[in-house]
Nanobody, 122 residues
């Protein structure tokens, strides 16, 4: 059983940056693919990015490419999401997730954190 805890959310002005972190415990972190998703009020959970087990291969939703960077540190059991050039439409609860296959669908992931709120003001 893997436990995930996100941190780093907050309120930021449009054009600003935030760095989200997700700390994992209770499992062998390096055996899981990690992903970030987000969910805005009244909308479905949306794929943001995923990263391979060793961190060599990131993959992004098209609208996040060039603005968001996913990374992981297997020695520290953490996965991060650096978000730059934030827009009001990036406002959502951001979740990290652990899974065993490459996937952009949230249902394919096995473990989830509780989420961290990101609010971007215009």
């Amino acid at each position: 059983q893997v436990q995930l805890v996100e941190s780093g959310g907050g309120l930021v002005q449009a054009g600003g940056s935030l760095r989200l972190s997700c700390a994992a415990s209770g499992g062998t972190f390096s055996t899981y693919r990690m992903g970030w998703f987000r969910q805005a009020p009244g909308k479905e959970r949306e794929f943001v990015a995923t990263i391979s087990r060793r961190g060599a291969v990131p993959y992004y939703e098209d609208s996040m490419k060039g603005r968001f960077t996913i990374s992981r540190d297997n020695a520290k059991n953490t996965v991060n999401l650096q978000m730059n050039s934030l827009k009001p439409e990036d406002t959502a609860i951001y979740y990290c997730a652990a899974g065993t296959v490459f996937a952009t669908q949230w249902r394919e992931y096995n473990y989830w954190g509780q989420g961290t709120q990101v609010t971007v003001s215009s």
